[in-house]
């Protein structure tokens, strides 16, 4: 009699498994499947047989059964890619006694033809949903902040001390140095030591945006403005950074037209919407960043003056990485570890000529460069280690080209050249400084001009 129960009971949980769920699962607390439904089976295209005895892993794809054996902790309602679709799972712990002795886990998928239409509405979903969360980390969240900030060189440590002296307050900053430096690193970090932390960090490329939209980017307009103008209007970057931090890059790049209202805006603390007769107040702080010598700009009124005199209340200057050549190795070293824990792959090792050759190169492309070096570097290494084979192919021809077929004059009147444009950069293209500053005449020092075609 008790075998009898014992099998109708068997019997009834199996046939209630089958038709209640799509897929039944249970597991031991190590994760090994010790039954699995016929129609998962089915669904998973393999044989009870085979399965059973087997770690859940290597079954089914997306797993967490053997994590809910392990933590005890039930999942349910989760959504589980499988086969390409997602099903909806959930994972119970089974306690005997109170102690934790594996799981089980159903997934459900009823009508195939429902759910595969749903599936396709899911999908979507989060293709949007991951769409906007990075469009809006992009322009609105502050990412990095001065931990980020990678480089035990002087100038990074006086950098650092800039930042956080600049931080506090409204101060504008302008933010100087050649592409590939850091300056947008540096402006989320002054918004996140700020005050304004907590409010909205916008970013705006100057030169990205087509100049006749750049208006409408920055002020927003109002319903009917124009042509093809949204029903309801649309909100301008200003507006939506008020009370936080506006980040425009590329400054140098604002047409003229667009400095004059800029100019505006910063003196009034007031933007006017495209098409709207009124003024609306705004409590912005601006942060601007450019790689374009400004200066010379104004001189050839290209840009305006009094601008300038607005945005630069205060200047950050990011030196090149050729000019801070010690914060290469440790710099190396954390985007490979950046690079290693995005892709999954094991490399901890560069070896000593490959940080040589890294040492070496001039890294026109400054920081972001390095990056994907090191990025394409741990794509080709192998046995976990970047040699100068996996690095990219330049660095080594730019050294071969550097040392063997230039003569010493020619490499002498390269360095003559870096020097004088270090200084220039240094100091914001005075010319009369550079000249003190470099121990020669201003008219020799126009003559070096000329020789080595640099614009001032
Ligand atoms: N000191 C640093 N430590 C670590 N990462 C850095 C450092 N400086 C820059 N980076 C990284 O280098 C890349 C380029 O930096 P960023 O975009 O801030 O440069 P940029 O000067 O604004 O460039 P561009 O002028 O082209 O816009 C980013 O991925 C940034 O995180």
Known sequence: METKVNFFREEVVKSFFESVYDGVVVVDCDGIIQYMSSTYCRFLDVKPEHVVGTHVEMVIENTRMHIVAKTGKEEINDLQLLQGNYVIANRIPIRRKGKLIGAIGTIIFNDLGKWQEMNVHIKKLLNELDFYRKEWNETNGANYS?????????????????????????????????SGTGKELIAHSIH???????????????????????????????????????????????????????????IGDMPEYMQVKLLRVLQEKE???????????????????????IEKMIERNKFREDLFYRINAAQLFLPPLRE???????????????????MNKRVN????????????????????ELENA?????????????DVHSLPSYLNRGRKDYTEKRTLKQQLEDTEKQIIEQALKKYQYDKLKVAESLGMGKSSLYDKLKRHNIMY
Not at 147 to 176: C, F, N, P
Not at 197 to 206: A, E
Not at 273 to 284: A, I, N
Not at 287 to 293: K, M, S
């Open 146 to 178: 001065l931990q980020d900030l990678v480089g035990t060189s002087d100038e990074i440590g006086h950098l650092k001390e800039q930042v956080v002296k600049l931080a506090g307050g409204d101060i504008a900053v302008l933010i100087r140095g050649e």
């Open 192 to 250: 996140q030591l700020s005050e304004r932390s907590r409010k909205q960090f916008v970013k705006v490329n100057c030169g990205s945006i087509p100049e006749h939209l750049l208006e409408s980017e920055l002020f927003g307009y109002v319903e009917g403005a124009f042509t093809g103008a949204k029903k309801g209007g649309k909100m301008g970057k200003f507006k939506f950074a008020d009370g936080g931090t506006i980040f425009l890059d590329e």
């Open 271 to 293: 933007i006017e919407p495209v098409g709207s007769l009124q003024s609306e107040k705004v409590d912005v702080r601006v942060i601007t960043a450019t790689n374009r010598p």
């Open 324 to 342: 801070r050549r010690e914060d290469l190795k440790i710099l190396a070293r954390h985007f490979l570890q950046k690079v290693t824990a995005r």
């Open 349 to 368: 090792r560069i070896d000593e000529d490959a940080l040589a050759l890294i040492k070496d190169y001039h890294w026109p492309g400054n920081i972001r």
């Open 374 to 386: 090191i990025e394409v570097a741990v794509h080709l290494s192998e046995e976990g280690t970047i």
